[in-house]
């Protein structure tokens, strides 16, 4: 199938503690995003890269590293995980012609 | 900056009626694009229409329709013959167009929406 997939979909863990979530399209896009969902479901940009190349870095704690190997896979690295990290993430992408973003099922964060 | 502004938190409707879901946006651009996404409980983000802003004639997608007034920055999303599956929290966003385009979508504050039997 064709699709932007997020693993894992449900990651809990405690404060202090370093996880990644990984990101991966096969829909051929350029770009790439990392979305954060807070808890009254707003949604806002974290990071977007073209091309394996930051483009956008929303004033995020610089303990979030997003890392993109190709430009097929954008993962999100998280240092020192706080209570407030708790969220869902969603990774994203889109050809940069102006085309819709395809998300991915979004990552629901716990942290304890 | 730009910003989005969904008025409506909650929206219910009645099986097989029409509901009309409110969007205001702010900003200086002339060329830009609006959506609307629906967010299931699945919690996927389902894009439902796309409208843009250089084109006067409004989006439709099957049920799903926009009314948009572009000198009132209004982007209204109108629902036919409403379905049970279309239950979902709504999400209106903006997204810039031209050169220097970072493809960066600023999302509304959401509206759910409950269709009755």
């Known amino acids: 199938d064709t699709a932007v997939s997020q693993t894992p979909k449900y990651l809990v863990t405690q404060m202090g503690n370093d996880k990644s979530i990984k990101c991966e399209q096969n829909l051929g896009h350029d770009t790439m995003y990392w979305y954060k969902q807070d808890s009254k479901k707003f949604l806002k940009i974290m990071f977007s890269y073209n091309n394996k190349e930051l483009i956008i870095n929303e004033t995020v704690p610089n303990r979030f590293s997003p890392k993109s190997p190709d430009k097929a896979h954008l993962n999100l690295h998280i240092n020192s995980l706080e209570l407030g990290d708790s969220a869902v993430y969603f990774c994203?992408?889109?050809?940069?012609?102006?085309?819709?973003?395809?998300f991915g099922n979004g990552t629901r964060l716990t942290v304890t | 900056a730009q910003t989005v502004t969904q008025s409506q938190p909650e929206m219910s409707v009645q099986e097989a009626e029409t509901v009309t879901l409110s969007c205001t946006y702010d900003t200086s651009e002339s060329d830009y694009y609006l959506f609307w996404y629906k967010q299931p409980p699945s919690r996927q983000m389902i894009l439902v229409i796309r409208q843009e802003a250089y084109k006067q004639q409004n989006a439709t997608e099957n049920r799903f329709s926009v009314n948009f007034q572009k000198a009132a920055k209004s982007f209204s999303l109108k629902i036919s013959d409403s379905q049970l599956g279309d239950a979902a929290m709504y999400f209106c966003?903006?997204?810039?167009?031209?050169?220097?385009?970072?493809?960066?979508?600023?999302f509304g504050q959401g509206t759910t929406l409950q269709v009755k039997p």
């Open positions: 994203a992408s889109s050809q940069s012609d102006n085309s819709p973003l395809h």
């Open positions: 966003a903006y997204r810039s167009s031209g050169s220097g385009n970072t493809g960066k979508l600023i």
